[in-house]
């Protein structure tokens, strides 16, 4: 028992609060709402569909949001801002993108009291209006590459919505490249690819598949779709983020060209790509336990949460003196803490509730710490409790960090790993997939007769085609017609 425990009373314990939170087995989508809310994530707006991104989520957001401009910036990007409102002829330039995202078009009619003379579209996504500058900026292969990002709000009209994975209104990151070769953009759709691999697996814990979607999952308008995918721990995949190689689709819709060295017009090679918010929600799902939120610390809003212990006033007074020099310590180190220092809550409840909400480090501090010069720190990972001495505080602190976030990624690649399996055939893959979800590697002949029969069959859809995955022919486990790989298939979101 630690110093700090024998100062707290001994009904205050972590565990007798957590029954007020569903648990993942029982109800995995009330544990997901339920934790949502009670963390003070995000809550309901009075639109259907939309939600309010409340500070401590955002804030979760905005960590996540500047390792990622960070990894973006580093390839030679450059960030702009196009508008929400794009006329509806731009839209109909392109009858194959906008059929994709017909459905879920908002429109604007009305500004004021006068009724517009042409709908404005809000942005479902923008490579109609970045299209039309494009065409107007490039003139020549002087001007090659474009390299431009854009984080904006996007409006989907979603019939079917959840916080954070899918709702109404979302906050996004979008990517729109011009090149001169079909080699370029090529290179530019998977280079960003991988960068939202490292930034999924390295800051956010999360193990992801890199792969090629099928035709009939590819973004309206693209050549090839690729997309990192993940395992969620009821053991649904989810789509973490999408790059697309356009080709010269667009580019020969909206006049996108440019003179090349001999002088001759050619039209630009595209890509586009882009992840979202909800990746807050795959951040929740992929670490989450039944008692809350565990949130890896290079993007936790708050790193370690510092619990004061004290029953008199004159132990209060030590205390408080005492952690000012370790928040001064963590200062140092570029930790992000917060003291809990209100007096109506009991420790025990305050363990509860930022255990509930995620922090990866607490650390107690009672007279017997401060005697001792050190803190007791709890791992929000794995429980596991250690005396931190004040003099080694920010190096170790730092160190404690990133075991947590090392540990986190680990915990959640042997998840996924333990839920992957292979399947030779359709009613191999069915019985796979009604006794656990997960994913089921299996071949595909390529025929989306066969894709759409395993969605009939499962209502498994197809991932992806792994690209660290080589060559394994056989026959189609729907067909059986020969195969040259396996695809990776599964109950998804």
Known sequence: MSPAEKDRKPAE?????????????????????????????????PVKGCMVIRPYGYALWENMQRLLDARIKATGHQNAYFPLLIPESFLKQEAEHVEGFAPQVAWVTQGGEDALEERLAIRPTSEAIICHFYARWIKSYRDLPVLINQWANVMRWEKVTRLFLRTTEFLWQEGHTAHRTAEEAMEETLRM??????????????????GQKSESEKFAGAERTYSVEALMRDGKGLQAGTSHYLGQHFAKVFDITYQDEQGQRQHVEQTSWGVSTRLVGALIMTHGDDAGLRLPPRVAPIQVIVVPIYRKPEERAAVTAFIERVTAALTAAGVRWKVDADDTQSPGFKFNEWERRGVP?????????????????????????????????????LALLEDVQRGLFEQAVAYRDAATGDAETLDEMAAALDTRRGFVRARWCGEAACEALVKERTAATLRCLPLADGPDPGPCAVCGRPAPRRALFAKAY
Do not use: I, N
């Open 13 to 45: 314990s972590e565990s007798e609060y957590a029954h007020k939170l569903p648990s993942q087995a029982e109800d995995f989508s009330g544990w997901y709402t339920t934790l949502v809310r009670s963390a003070q994530l995000a809550d309901y707006a």
């Open 193 to 210: 690819l991988e960068v939202y691999r490292a930034f999924l697996e390295e800051d956010l814990g999360v193990p992801v598949h890199k």
């Open 361 to 397: 480090v607490r650390f107690e501090v009672g007279p017997r710490d401060v005697q001792g010069e050190q803190v007791f720190a709890a791992r929000r990972d794995r429980r596991e409790k250690q005396p931190l001495p004040l003099g080694e505080l920010g190096p170790r602190t």
